[in-house]
């Protein structure tokens, strides 16, 4: 049974930092690219972050450049988005993915991705 587990949301103030974790078990996620997607109230998911198999190549949306960093520790089967000068805009579920065929580079789509976790919620005050 594939499973992807979500950890480390939480509410902090507007301008803090927090630390998600996704860990898999049931599959060797080790050869997969990974993503994180977000989804607030009311809006579509949306792309967050991806970073490839071997996490030499790594992706960002806009909205979230220069403030967030995703990397991942093939050995723990983990991957993390560090998220710093959080904005209440950001507020929102974060799900982790991952994609559906072995080897990707990552990718900003949706479609790509064939698991995913539960989500965490991440609640940004201003």
């Known amino acids: 049974q594939v499973q992807l587990v979500e950890s480390g949301g939480g509410l902090v103030q507007a301008g803090g930092s927090l630390r998600l974790s996704c860990a898999a078990s049931?599959?060797?996620?080790?050869?997969?690219?990974r993503g994180w997607f977000r989804q607030a109230p009311g809006k579509e998911r949306e792309f967050v972050a991806a970073i490839s198999w071997s996490g030499g190549t790594t992706y960002y949306a806009d909205s979230v450049k220069g403030r967030f960093t995703i990397s991942r520790d093939n050995a723990k089967n983990t991957v993390y988005l560090q998220m710093n000068s959080l904005k209440p805009e950001d507020t929102a579920v974060y799900y982790c993915?991952?994609?559906?065929?072995?080897?990707?580079?990552?990718?900003?789509?949706?479609?790509?991705?064939?698991?995913w976790g539960q989500g965490t919620q991440v609640t940004v005050s201003s």
């Open positions: 049931g599959r060797t996620f080790s050869r997969y690219a």
């Open positions: 993915a991952a994609e559906r065929l072995a080897y990707g580079l990552g990718s900003r789509f949706k479609a790509d991705f064939g698991s």
